[in-house]
């Protein structure tokens, strides 16, 4: 039997609307045992203890939209091709150093993604614990329309089909052709491969639209959510317009994506109700005050109507009734790939404090934001724990520390009620139970790794247009970046 105590913290569960002070947790074999104050408890012989006295006890925390192999990119699919499962458990170990002892992933390879799941639960890897949902139902792979178009016929076709089809399966845009009853027998065939929830696109990705045109029509969301439903399974949509959106709460969902990004157009108030009618949670995307007017000054005038209205759209739900979740699209991009003009530009390429993209501390700014739209501290702390666990149905194990539920805790070193970014003094981690190593972690660095130092040959290395004045040339052949 494994017995572990904590003493001396103040517990704040989840449960009761403060802090506790002095208070003991007793867990056994990964759960929650009791949680009284210390001469109430009876302690089994052997029990290990460890005193965190001065410090503040809170559930392990969720994030209900991370992807854990985001860097996508032609040159990382190449290099780590085979070892997807590993940049996943990497990204999962990362996810956990920083406090998230559970994931959702949301859009990923689904057999790396249930591989690496399967191994973190074994225990034969640490990791943030992870459920997934592979292909998002209706998008193709990473190598398309949605999402990158640059590289059909720059890599092979045998290598970018191969790519595709291990993101996509049978569940891509070939659905958006079928009758609502045939696209529910496909995304029932994908269930039974063993995702752990289902997400769908009720708005297209990108594109030529800004991802404005409806991916499906409203009879077969609700054939998709119902599909999900019948198997026991949670059903989410990726939406980027209000009309999206809508359609999505009223097809069933049980939470709806990035919710607040909604194009140029702001959430209409009678959309907002529907997510406390409907009990459907509300994933939000928000920037501090100071990302937004950091990222303002590096996007086109039509990109920054989106922030825009997103802003609103985020501060128009504090206080609407909505289930507020947190999410951020979390993932780690390569060292090289964040300096890429295409990340730069973007709010990918927002400086460290202010990345709410980051899988490490994209969080931490997301709390921080909330915060300064006036979440309340404890509807903070419901919105990165209980809240996600409630809308993913696994509130009976996770989200709250009551006697009974897995032993997923945070150890703070500052009062996460009094101020927002304390939740970043993480002093310690346990999940199922067991203190996590967190200077071990990640054991394996491959996209967290450092570049490499320069060959000698860059030393050497004389681009054909150094910096200074350009040569004379048509404007159209002598652009300046090479």
Partial sequence: MSLLLLAGATVIDGVSDKGIDGRAILIENGRIAAIDRLDELSVPAGTETVDFSGKFVIPGLMNANVHLLVNVLF??????????????????QVALKNGLTTVFDTWGPRRPLMSARDRIDRGSAPGSRIRCAGNIVGFDG???????????GVGSSYFVDRVNATWVE???????????????????????????????????HGGASAGAFLQFSERTQRVIVEEAHRAGLTAQSHTGT??????????????????????????????????????????????????????????SDFEWTLWKASDANARNLVGSGASILLANDGGIFAPEVRNEPMIKGTWNGLPEDEGLGRLATGHFVWLRAMEEMGMSPMALLHAATLNIAKAYQVDAD???????????????????????KNYQS?????????VVDLDALPEQPLLTADLPPSLEEEVHYKKAIHHGARLPGCPSCVNGNL
């Avoid at 989200?399 to 009094?418: C, F, M, Q, S």
């Fill in 75 to 92: 040159e990382t699919l190449v290099r780590y091709e085979g070892r997807y499962e590993d940049l996943i458990v990497e990204a999962a």
């Fill in 142 to 152: 990473p190598f398309s329309d949605d999402f990158d178009r640059r590289i059909p």
């Fill in 170 to 204: 049978n569940v891509g845009r070939h659905l958006m052709w079928l009758t609502p009853e045939a696209v529910g027998e496909e995304v029932r065939a994908y269930i039974e491969r063993g995702v752990d929830f289902v997400k769908y696109a009720s708005n297209e």
């Fill in 242 to 299: 209000v009309e999206g959106l809508r359609i999505a709460i009223e097809a069933g969902c049980d939470l709806v994506q990035h919710c607040n990004m909604t194009g140029p157009t702001e959430i209409p108030r009678e959309t907002l109700e529907l997510f406390a009618e409907k009990n459907c949670g509300a994933v939000v995307f928000p920037l501090t005050d100071n990302g937004i007017k950091i990222l303002k000054e590096s996007i």
């Fill in 426 to 434: 993480i002093h310690a981690v346990i999940k199922d139970g067991s």
């Fill in 398 to 420: 996770l989200g709250t520390l009551e006697a009974g539920k897995i032993a997923d805790l945070v150890v703070l070193d500052e009062d996460p009620l009094r101020s927002a």
